[in-house]
């Protein structure tokens, strides 16, 4: 079966934007042979990031995190080929820097669980859903 038309939804966090690693970041992602389909900078709604991150509602970490996520622009993207939801969270690390890899994007360039560089979507079912919410229902 042909799956290099897996699809992923990636944004790059306020941190990793101010901080200037869209290039290193977009790099990492190209090296392994996945491609951005589609990519923009926006600073986003309260609205729309809790939509993102409707499943930690009510969670203790969720108001920060929403708040941390609209405090400055971030990149938007779709991330296209075989496996790309999967290699996508591989690259990026686990969720708190002080658990992340050495080599992983968030073990190299983040120290905090907020500010840490990268969101990707943990399954396939939730690239679909985010796809839709950032690039419209035509782009799922
Ligand atoms: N302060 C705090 N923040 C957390 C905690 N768990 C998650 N977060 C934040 O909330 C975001 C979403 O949490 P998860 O979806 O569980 O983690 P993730 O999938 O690795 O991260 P995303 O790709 O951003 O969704 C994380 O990236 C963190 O910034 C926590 O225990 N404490
Ligand atoms: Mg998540």
Redesign the pocket.
Known sequence: MNNSGDRTFV?I?PDGVSRGLVGEIVSRIEATGLRVEQMRLERLSQEIVEE??A??RG????E??VA??TSGPVVLMIVTGTGAQAIM?KL?G???PTDAAPGTIRGDFALD????V?????SPESAAREIALFFGGREA
Do not use: L
């Open positions: 944004m966090k993102n991150y499943e930690h969670k203790e970490f969720f920060p995190t941390y996520v969270r990026m686990a969720t708190n669980i907020s500010a840490n990268i969101h990707g979507s943990d």
